[in-house]
């Protein structure tokens, strides 16, 4: 049996213990262990697993990662959400779709400190869908808004995803944090826009809500103050050189900490939860990383990514071209399976291949533009269907909304994702502006 058929057994062998409910981390583990041991022996095997987790690991910017989960975790348990999506609602909800802006509003101040697109979708959807619900917005709206916004979680720096990108590729993390702002702050203007739209059309989906007192407004605005001031300190110190990605994540972590103590919404109980809950998470990433380390060190045997980037090179197709068809490669993956576990999946077969073609830019520039398209693309998996982990997120809150109602509201917005992926792929400028600026 050729390498490219063992590969793509592989692939499917993988899949298939997805969809049976196998960890995405595990399922790597398990076929590309199968896959290694099928080219090499039982024996190369053990002398390679017993040096790669070591080595894999032993990388301090790794550390980066639990340090903005745990940051955001204090945010949340400190109830920092809630009163984020009340300062927001008290600015714009009297407008028709206000509240449903709100939440987007909110999302995109959570997403600077949190960095995770399901924690900041689970975040809202406990904290907005009960007053959307209140003053009678459509469950589709409702539920479309909060799976949609959530998405800002890993566009809107820091985000985890793109350490990972970061990490995998050997790019700087403070240049895609800056890359990633002007797409991210688009998104959240773009989904503000979609929502104008689908309420003028139908303006039954989001009735009025009354126009909150200027005291009530400016009371609200000032209770967020701390968390906006780390936000900004955090990505404007890394922005700025002021210090690493891995100091503004400890320096943010600090900074929450002592803004729920002085709020007194954080506790040592919610301290735990943090604590546990960014274990458990961490380990599931790294469990990740670890399971497509495996796999991958399997379809290197396989030769399938030499061939994949053989046959793009001799296919004759200009690099635009190249680079469509694997924007739509992600698009249908981030549909059916875990975006960090595509992300580390594909890299290394798709990374190279994009490197070694021109576009009009330095390597790093190319390899930071590809990034923040991947990132994009990871968006638009998370909500699009047949699976968009952010609909079943909501969805397992918003148990009276039927799931395809739910997609029916995100259709709108993805349209709106599809147009700013073409902008940013045509316009590279868009998301290199602020890297040549402060480069």
């Known amino acids: 049996m050729s390498g490219a058929a063992v590969a793509f057994l592989g692939f499917a062998a993988m899949l298939g213990l997805i969809m049976i409910r196998m960890p995405v981390g595990l399922a790597m583990w398990v076929v590309g262990t199968a896959g290694y041991v099928h080219f090499m022996g039982v024996g190369a095997f053990m002398q390679w697993i017993k040096t790669t987790p070591y080595h894999l690991f032993a990388n301090f910017t790794l550390s980066v ?252 197709l200009s690099p635009y071209k190249i680079l469509v068809l694997m924007l739509v490669v992600y698009v249908i993956l981030g549909a059916l399976m875990d975006e960090l576990a595509m992300i580390l999946l594909t890299l290394p077969i798709f990374f190279p291949i994009i490197a070694a073609l021109d576009f009009g830019m330095t390597p790093d520039e190319t390899a930071i533009w590809f990034g923040i398209l991947v990132l994009i693309v990871v968006g638009i998996g998370l909500t699009a269907p047949p699976i968009g982990l952010n609909v079943f997120v909501i969805s397992a809150l918003a148990k009276r909304v039927p799931i395809a109602e739910t997609y029916r509201g995100v259709l709108p917005f993805l349209a709106a994702d599809l147009i700013r992926l073409a902008l940013v792929t045509v316009f590279p400028g868009i998301c290199l502006m602020m890297v040549r600026w402060l480069s």
């Open 65 to 316: 990662i639990p340090l903005f989960i745990l940051m955001g975790a204090f945010a949340e348990k400190s109830g920092l959400s809630t009163l984020l999506f009340r300062a927001a609602a008290a600015v714009v909800g009297h407008r028709r779709g206000g509240l449903a802006m709100g939440v987007i509003g909110a999302c995109t101040a959570f997403g600077a400190i949190c960095g995770s697109s399901v924690a900041t979708t689970a975040t809202f959807g406990r904290a907005a869908l009960p007053e959307l619900d209140r003053y009678g917005y459509a469950g589709s709206l409702s539920t479309g808004t909060i799976a949609v916004g959530g998405t800002l979680g890993i566009l809107i720096p820091p985000s985890v995803i793109l350490v990972v990108y970061a990490i995998s590729t050997d790019q700087n993390i403070a240049k895609l944090f800056m890359a990633a702002l002007i797409p991210g702050l688009l998104a959240a203007l773009s989904y503000c826009v979609v929502i104008a739209l689908v309420v003028w059309r139908n303006p039954a989906l989001a009735p009025l809500a009354p126009r909150m007192p200027r005291a009530e407004r400016i009371a609200a605005i000032m209770k967020v103050w701390p968390a906006i001031l780390i936000a900004i300190t955090v990505v404007g110190g890394i922005y700025g050189g002021v210090f690493t990605p891995t100091e503004g994540a400890s320096v943010g972590c600090i900074g929450m900490l002592v803004t729920g103590l002085a709020m007194r919404t954080l506790g040592w109980a919610e301290i735990k939860t943090s604590l546990i809950q960014t274990a458990e998470t961490s380990a599931m990433i790294f469990a990740i990383i670890l399971g497509a380390e495996i796999f991958n060190g399997f379809l290197v045997l396989s030769q399938v990514p030499n061939d994949i980037a053989a046959w793009m090179q001799a296919s004759g």
